[in-house]
């Protein structure tokens, strides 16, 4: 159980053109969604919160207009990274809780490499 | 602000030997800490969680302690092997909020 999936797993774009991630919660009903970034040799930072049926919640300094987050399902979120620029370049990971599992702890995904030129 | 620190960016063990590492964290009262696992490219892997109130919590060879008033926990991995080779990373919090994590650990178990 607790499987996390997103896709896609690497995308490489054009600076000025929008990417959709998507994760999805496999084998359970996800009441939260989180979005995390990570930089080369950083550790993860956490992006925005989402609730199934509610509006994200960003961290400071995350621009929400920038970074469209969606869940609108138990099993799946997205985030949507608008007019992307190669600052925006990194690695996307999602988590999950919720259902029957222990909620107290996240499951994440396997991650999106993403790559601005 | 909140700030997490991991002992060392790398630390190299040999093979059988218990391999321990070290989370501390100020300015931060968590409920919960937990550890992953982050292979290189990969999300990470829940390992472990332990609660303000819980002093030890074990799981195969895996042992985590947390002392709050320290403010430290140990994650401690017993008998090495080198699969378990792989960036550890700590975090605090959890329940309905995201997670603060640390830069990480990377362990190193030589044959």
């Known amino acids: 159980g607790a499987v996390v999936s997103q896709h896609p797993s690497w995308v490489i774009c054009k600076s000025g053109t929008s990417v959709k991630i998507e994760c999805r919660s496999l084998d359970f009903q996800a009441t939260t969604m989180f979005w995390y970034r990570q930089f080369p040799k950083q550790s993860l930072m956490l992006m925005a919160t989402s609730n199934e049926g509610s509006k994200a919640t960003y961290e400071q300094g995350v621009e929400k207009d920038k970074f469209l987050i969606n869940h609108a399902s138990l099993t799946l979120s997205t985030l949507t990274v608008t007019s992307a620029h190669p600052e925006d370049s990194s690695f996307y990971i999602c988590?999950?809780?919720?259902?029957?599992?222990?909620?107290?702890?996240?499951?994440f995904g396997p991650g999106t490499r993403l790559t601005v030129l | 602000s909140q700030k997490i620190e991991q002992n060392s960016e790398a630390l190299n063990i040999q093979e059988g030997k218990t391999a321990t590492l070290t989370c501390n964290y100020t300015n931060y009262s968590p409920a919960y800490l937990q550890w992953y696992r982050q292979d290189p490219g990969r999300g990470p892997v829940f390992l472990l969680l332990?609660?303000?109130?819980?002093k030890e919590k074990r799981k195969e060879r895996l042992k985590v302690t947390f002392d709050t008033t320290l403010k430290q926990s140990l994650f401690h991995i017993t008998a090495s092997q080198p699969a378990d080779s792989a960036t550890y990373l700590c975090?605090?919090?959890?329940?309905?909020?995201?997670?603060?994590f640390g830069k990480g650990t990377h362990l190193i178990i030589q044959p």
């Open positions: 332990i609660r303000e109130n819980e």
């Open positions: 975090a605090l919090g959890g329940g309905a909020d995201g997670l603060t």
């Open positions: 988590s999950a809780r919720g259902g029957t599992l222990s909620t107290d702890t996240q499951y």
